[in-house]
């Protein structure tokens, strides 16, 4: 099968989309297909990382122009240089539905979303939606055609090979917190790692080890890196061992996304921001199901905040174990598939 995916990152999207559309491809790619990408160069791209990873990697050029039906136009203009004809066009933008799909379906076999949202219109065969929602059974009802086949919730998040193999050692916290991550996702926008820096160095916080990671898109990450130099905490920059990190910890700080749920999935009990709007709605549920702590909205958390939840949760041992086994009840993988759903239903047809 040829397969084409569609998706951006840049220093304000973040790197979220990208990464797990590269988690999917590898999965497709070791089944047998052949896969490329097609994205937009832009500041904060990651093209040249998905290129390193083995992927051709087509780059979009609008200009000003953010029109669906230029990059409807751009996307057939691909398909016709690389194949003539794909199999399986894989989109995951937030800026992108139907009429965008509508246009592109006419030069692909099948085609499959990635959202997180439910707020638009999707013309598609195969819809993906890992993330926990109390209403997600009913969110895509009259969104998508009625013979789309809907795969929801956590049960079919698509996680990284490392994921797996840090899970068979992962065991429910004690709440004792001797060892804590900080991640916000590879450009972090909103600087909240900084922030988190802040407080800790506000209170003079190193009975604790520490590991801050970063990613190459993290416009700041210079600064942060100083940081944590003068403040004797581990920096890492770029890594493809977060899931062993995140193992290893006792309490995150971190945002909403694809990475709430990696730490959900390892029983990680951790603070979340809301960096982003279509974070919001899947961070207040999975609050609220209490397998995270929702700190709120990232204009409304200041230095103190980060510095009053930390000093709340290292005097609340009980809340976080609970927290752990919430997390871990949550994504309730315990079918092992030997591959998985969605990459079967690809390979199907």
């Known amino acids: 099968m040829n397969i084409l995916f569609r998706v951006d990152s840049s220093f304000e999207i973040g790197t979220g989309h990208v990464m797990r559309c590269l988690t999917l491809a590898k999965m497709l790619k070791d089944a047998g297909c052949t896969v490329a990408f097609a994205m937009r160069a832009c500041s904060g791209d990651l093209c040249d990382y998905v290129e390193r990873q083995g992927f051709s990697v087509f780059r979009m050029f609008h200009g000003f122009d953010t029109a669906q039906e230029t990059d409807a136009q751009l996307t057939i203009n691909i398909i016709r240089q690389w194949k003539g004809w794909i199999d399986w066009c ?15 379906k006419k030069y692909v076999g099948k085609m499959m979303v990635i959202d997180d949202l439910a707020d638009r219109p999707h013309d598609c065969h195969l819809l993906l939606d890992q993330n926990y929602y109390k209403n997600m059974k009913r969110r895509y009802d009259g969104l998508v055609p009625k013979n789309c086949r809907l795969f929801l919730g956590p049960k079919y998040i698509i996680l990284r090979p490392e994921f797996y193999e840090a899970k068979k050692s992962v065991k429910i916290r004690g709440g ?35 590991d801050v990671v970063v990613g190459n898109a993290n416009p700041k990450r210079s600064q942060i890196q100083e940081m944590c130099l003068e403040m004797n905490i581990n920096y890492h920059c770029q890594i493809n061992y977060i899931a062993e990190l995140m193992a290893q910890a006792d309490l995150s700080f971190g945002a909403g996304g694809v990475t ?41 958390v200041k230095v103190s905040d ?30 092992e598939y030997t591959v998985h759903p969605v990459i079967q239903a690809i390979l199907e047809g």
């Not at 992108?96 to 592109?104: A, I, K, S, T, Y």
């Not at 921001?273 to 709605?281: G, M, P, S």
Request: with cysteine; proline share 2%.
């Open 90 to 104: 894989i989109v995951d933008h937030y800026q992108l539905d139907r009429r965008w799909e509508e246009q592109v």
């Open 260 to 300: 709430m749920w990696e730490r959900c999935f390892l029983g990680l009990p951790s603070i979340v921001t809301i960096v982003a709007e279509n974070q919001r709605k899947s961070t207040e549920d999975a609050a609220e199901y209490g397998a995270i702590w929702n700190l709120g909205w990232h204009g409304d």
């Open 306 to 335: 980060y510095a009053d939840i930390l000093n709340r949760a290292i005097l609340s041992p009980d809340k976080l174990t609970y927290m752990s086994e919430k997390a871990l009840e949550l994504i309730d993988n315990k079918e």
């Open 176 to 210: 004792h917190v001797q060892r804590m991550l900080i991640f916000f996702g590879g450009s972090d926008p909103t600087n909240e790692t900084e922030k988190v820096l802040q407080a800790l160095r506000d209170l003079h916080f190193t009975h604790v080890k520490v």
